[in-house]
């Protein structure tokens, strides 16, 4: 469903939604009223949301008088979260891709045009990002997401342990045309996107200290479904992506640090849950990716610590 037009978009924007009926109004609407003097699509990719999402998006296409700038998309089954996102990356006809999914919403109108700016002028910038309020339980909160009092140059190091930056207010170049095959599997998607984007590049991204978005925490958001031991599990999968897709030989000594933090917790979580085939691999994963530079001790302690309470 969507008016095409002759001009090629500069930006492309992508918003991925599943069961977003209550907030996807919202999140079209802060792309829609975006002021610039450059031509912008708006990708909605629908992955087969059970609720009313898809009625909600028709009836804003079929109203809107910036309707034309929409290109929707609604999947006949559930793709899953990432290969939702790589089709839709797929889709993109803009130098620049910006990001927000159907639970966020950008407050700023003139975000697109500040970030198309920037991108224009430094050529040694792969991405550009900005703050967003932290939004809970309906209530848009002083808690500001990923601000600092100055602007902010990352490299990619910066990236290895965690993702710096906020998705709700990100444009990147478009710039990369392939993914590799375990990032259909990955949880935290948007660090692995930064680090592909700046690893196939050798450039750098730049954090603004203006307020773009807000980031809405809900019950229903990935990271709220998340239990301890799957949160703890996905960052060690990531980092150990991470440096492959890098391709180091050794982890450096910080990221080696956080990986062991995260296998000790996962660990201690699978013993005290009586996981103990769980427990096992984590320690043995730990151990190989490591080069044996595990903390033995703090295991054996885990073990100690269950054995007294349980014997």
């Not at 990271?223 to 990531?238: R, T, V």
């Amino acid at each position: 469903m969507r008016n095409d037009s002759i001009s090629i978009p500069v930006v492309s924007v992508i918003m991925i939604t599943y069961g977003h009926e209550k907030y996807i109004c919202q999140a079209i609407e802060g792309v829609l009223m975006q002021q610039c003097d450059f031509e912008v699509e708006l990708i909605i990719a629908n992955d087969c949301s059970p609720d009313k999402t898809d009625e909600i998006i028709r009836k804003l296409i079929d109203n809107h008088s910036k309707s034309s700038w929409i290109k929707y998309i609604k999947h006949d089954k559930n793709l899953g979260m990432m290969p939702n996102f790589i089709f839709a990356m797929q889709e993109c006809k803009g130098k620049y891709i910006a990001l927000c999914e159907g639970d966020d919403y950008w407050t700023d109108p003139l975000k697109l045009q500040k970030q198309v700016n920037f991108l224009e002028r430094n050529s040694d910038y792969v991405i550009h990002s900005g703050v967003a309020q932290l939004m809970k339980k309906k209530t848009i909160t002083n808690e500001l997401y990923g601000f600092s009092n100055e602007k902010k140059i990352f490299e990619i190091k910066d990236f290895l342990r965690q993702n710096p930056i906020i998705t709700c207010t990100v444009m990147f170049r478009n710039c990369l045309m392939t993914f590799p095959k375990v990032f259909r599997d990955i949880t935290f998607g948007d660090w692995f996107l930064y680090i592909l984007l700046m690893s196939s590049t050798g450039l750098k991204s730049f954090r603004s200290i203006e307020i773009y978005s807000v980031y809405r925490i809900h019950p229903g958001g990935i990271m709220s479904n998340l239990s301890e031991m799957k949160y703890c599990n996905a960052h060690i999968f990531q980092i150990i992506q991470i440096k492959r897709a890098i391709g180091y030989l050794e982890y450096p000594e910080d990221i080696l640090q956080t990986l062991n933090r995260y296998s000790l917790q996962s660990f201690k979580f699978a013993i005290n849950n009586k996981q103990y085939v769980s427990a096992s691999s984590i320690f043995w994963l730990n151990l190989r990716e490591s080069n044996f530079k595990t903390p033995f001790i703090k295991y054996l302690r885990v073990m100690k610590e269950y054995f007294i309470i349980y014997k």
